[in-house]
């Protein structure tokens, strides 16, 4: 346990940065994906064009030269300077919003077409269609692979370590390269992947609930 109590400080850095990374990429991603999403069934061609453009782009460029672009290219551009964890949240989620609105456009095709065709016969505009009828139900029925997703992006919160952010998949190096810091690679490498499980378990524990809410609403 020396691993652990003999590296706190370090410890504390990496689980904040990587929940930093986590919860704000995933909130960009989620609310990103849903504009996206909206914008792959929209009824303007030019609102599906852009959409398709955006998900066939991002989502098929490796994740790594994302980061490559925000950490390297976004400063370059002299647009005003922002902190390596400011650059992972941004990169981890607009990449991962490609999948959330995959995801949602998915659950939307589930969704029965009579019942937007019911709301549009009523007056509702497309925005009111999507937001009281549409993706409420959509959302129940992508509960599991839209977890998932957010477990893949749990996962890849490891590649901004080779971005000088100090997150799980950085310990072991901070470690190693420390003097007298107790614990070899192996026991750091072994410890960061028990957080990551347990990390994992809380996120599956997360969908099971709201799996048995929205069946119980059904």
């Known amino acids: 346990m020396d691993v652990i109590f003999g590296n ?6 990496a689980i904040k940065n990587t929940l930093l990374v986590f919860f704000g990429g995933g909130g960009l991603a989620l609310v990103l994906g849903i504009i996206v999403g909206a914008m792959r069934v929209s009824p303007v061609p030019i609102a599906r064009a852009v959409g398709t453009v955006y998900v066939n782009i991002v989502r098929n460029t490796p994740l790594t030269l994302v980061f490559f672009f925000f950490v390297f290219g976004y400063p370059a ?38 019942q937007a065709e019911a709301a549009r016969a009523i007056g509702l505009p497309f925005g009111q269609v999507m937001t009281l009828v549409v993706l409420p139900q959509a959302f129940r029925s992508v509960v599991p692979p839209m977890m998932s997703v957010f477990i893949a992006l749990l996962k890849n ?8 952010i100090a997150e799980l998949g950085a310990l072991r190096a901070a470690v190693n390269d420390s003097a007298g810091r107790p614990g070899s690679p192996m026991e750091v490498l072994l410890w960061v992947a028990a957080v990551f499980v347990v990390l994992v378990l809380i996120l599956s524990f997360v969908q099971n609930r709201l799996e048995k809410k929205w069946r119980i609403v059904r």
Do not use: C, H, Q
Not at 8 to 13: I, N, P, Q, R, V
Not at 95 to 105: F, H, I, N, P
Not at 157 to 162: F, I, K, S
């Open 157 to 164: 919160t490891t590649v901004a370590a080779g971005f000088s």
């Open 8 to 13: 706190l400080d370090l410890w504390g850095t």
């Open 77 to 114: 551009l002299g647009m005003g300077k922002l902190s390596p964890a400011v650059l992972g949240v941004l990169a981890i989620g607009i990449y991962t919003a490609t999948y959330v609105a995959e995801v949602l456009r998915a659950g939307i095709n589930t969704v029965p077409v009579g």
